[in-house]
């Protein structure tokens, strides 16, 4: 049994060997699937943490409080805090180049995962952003635009633009 949060767990992410959680008390925990065992507090948010991707040796969260949080799993250190967005982060993703986030404000933010920099916004602003997913160049973000859900995808880089999504 897995005990250590003060209140309701709202996230959780797993990769075969740890189990994170994020917690209405602000705090995520690490844990490890085999032993139960709490391997890690991390701290950094100051409400809610709803949002958590674990790949490899990275966490990244997601707060109320607008910050994505990057973690190494191997220290336990945070590597980026991102003031990503005006309230909360509805959602995210990463992979080995990039960080989307998006959040009630209606924005969806790239990000690079290397240095935490911001790199842009990759639509129009909206009234909610509900989900983003991406892949290779192109990103998916499912939204109210006008008082209705929208799905929009966003084309691929032209070519000698690589690395940064374009719309």
Same mark, same amino acid.
């Given at each position: 049994?897995?005990?250590?949060?003060?209140?309701?767990?709202?996230? *959780?992410?797993?990769?075969?060997e740890? @189990?994170?959680?994020?917690?209405?008390?602000?705090?995520?925990?690490?844990?490890?699937?085999?032993?139960?065992?709490? +391997?890690?507090? +991390?701290?950094? #948010?100051?409400?809610l943490?709803?949002q958590?991707?674990?790949?490899?040796? +990275?966490? @990244?969260t997601?707060?109320s409080?607008g910050?994505? &949080?990057?973690?190494?799993?191997?220290?336990?250190e945070?590597? #980026?805090?991102?003031?990503?967005?005006?309230?909360?982060?509805?959602c995210?993703?990463?992979d080995?180049?990039?960080?989307?986030?998006?959040?009630?404000?209606?924005?969806?933010?790239? $990000?690079?995962?290397?240095?935490?920099?911001? &790199?842009?916004?990759?639509?129009?602003p909206?009234?909610?952003? $509900?989900r *983003?997913?991406f892949?290779d160049?192109k990103?998916?973000?499912?939204?109210?635009?006008?008082?209705?859900?929208?799905?929009? *995808?966003r084309?691929? &880089?032209?070519?000698?633009?690589?690395? @940064?999504?374009? #719309?």
């Amino acid at each position: 049994m897995f005990r250590g949060h003060y209140h309701q767990i709202y996230s *959780v992410a797993f990769d075969g060997e740890r @189990v994170a959680t994020g917690s209405l008390d602000s705090t995520v925990r690490v844990w490890s699937a085999e032993t139960g065992d709490c +391997l890690a507090l +991390l701290q950094g #948010h100051t409400s809610l943490v709803g949002q958590l991707q674990l790949t490899n040796d +990275l966490l @990244v969260t997601g707060g109320s409080d607008g910050r994505v &949080i990057v973690f190494s799993l191997s220290t336990f250190e945070c590597l #980026h805090r991102l003031c990503a967005h005006d309230n909360s982060v509805t959602c995210l993703q990463f992979d080995d180049r990039f960080v989307v986030s998006g959040g009630n404000d209606g924005r969806v933010k790239l $990000w690079d995962l290397r240095t935490g920099a911001f &790199i842009r916004e990759l639509s129009k602003p909206c009234e909610a952003v $509900w989900r *983003v997913s991406f892949k290779d160049d192109k990103c998916v973000v499912l939204c109210k635009r006008g008082g209705k859900t929208v799905m929009e *995808v966003r084309p691929p &880089i032209p070519p000698g633009r690589a690395g @940064v999504f374009r #719309h």
